[in-house]
């Protein structure tokens, strides 16, 4: 991805604004990473917010084993059993949730769930952070989108760099990681395809799921970081 730590750090710019209007100086912020995977975003969270409350959320073994390596306090829930925040150890109202190229693995019905917990768990002028590709709204928009991401991952010469499939396969590979693979195949965890919403779809979800506001604030091609505000 040719533009990861800027999408990164545009998810911490959002934090630290909505943390600004309407968080509680008399407590650690609360911040929940949902599809945490390795840590990728929680771990520049806490280097960020040193003094919040980060949890990060998986079913994944392996990559929980890889983001408490990291230092992230991670927790195995399903995102998709209603009884996940509850796991979390959090007391009190939620102030932010992110998300970073996880939830189009969700089929429609419980990514729309997933949303009305979320909104149900944060405080009033909380945030949910979406970092990840969605599809431009309609046929035309939707392939520019994918061309002008396709093209900036070649001026920035990242076409051939490690993929996801890559990334596992060295995974795979690695002695030291062979209980923690063990552990993800006795799960038996499988995702569904993709789920192909659009970034419009995706923000009418959120207002549908009691978001008063749901826009994308920073964007390159499809590669797009999505805010709801409570």
């Given at each position: 991805m040719a533009d990861r730590e800027e999408r990164f750090r545009v998810v911490a710019d959002v934090v630290r604004w909505s943390l600004a209007r309407t968080g509680d100086a008399g407590r650690p912020a609360r911040i929940v990473d949902v599809g945490c995977g390795p840590g990728s975003l929680s771990s520049r969270l806490a280097r960020e917010l040193p003094g919040a409350e980060i949890?990060?959320?998986?079913?994944?073994?392996?990559?929980?084993?890889?983001?408490?390596?990291?230092?992230?306090?991670?927790?195995?829930a399903d995102i998709t059993d209603p009884a996940w925040p509850?796991?979390?150890?959090?007391?009190?109202?939620?102030?932010?949730?992110?998300?970073?190229?996880?939830?189009?693995?969700?089929?429609?019905?419980p990514l729309a769930e997933l949303y009305r917990?979320?909104?149900?768990?944060?405080?009033?002028?909380?945030?949910?952070?979406?970092?990840?590709?969605r599809p431009l709204d309609g046929d035309v928009a939707a392939d520019l989108g994918r061309w002008v991401r396709d093209a900036r991952a070649e001026r920035a010469g990242v076409t051939g760099n490690e993929d996801w499939r890559s990334w596992w396969d060295a995974v795979?590979?690695?002695?030291?990681?062979?209980?923690?693979?063990?552990?993800r195949s006795e799960a038996s965890i499988?995702?569904?395809?993709?789920?192909?919403?659009?970034?419009?779809?995706?923000?009418?979800?959120?207002?549908?799921?009691?978001?008063?506001?749901a826009v994308p604030v920073w964007q390159c091609g499809d590669d797009i970081v999505l805010v709801g505000v409570r």
């Open positions: 949890v990060g959320v998986d079913v994944d073994p392996l990559l929980l084993g890889l983001a408490a390596e990291s230092g992230v306090r991670v927790v195995r509850d796991a979390l150890g959090l007391a009190g109202p939620w102030d932010v949730v992110v998300s970073s190229t996880a939830l189009h693995w969700l089929a429609p019905a917990t979320v909104a149900g768990r944060l405080r009033p002028g909380g945030v949910f952070v979406d970092a990840d590709n795979l590979a690695d002695s030291d990681l062979g209980p923690l693979v063990d552990a499988a995702h569904s395809s993709e789920n192909e919403q659009s970034v419009g779809e995706h923000a009418s979800m959120l207002r549908a799921a009691g978001f008063g506001t």
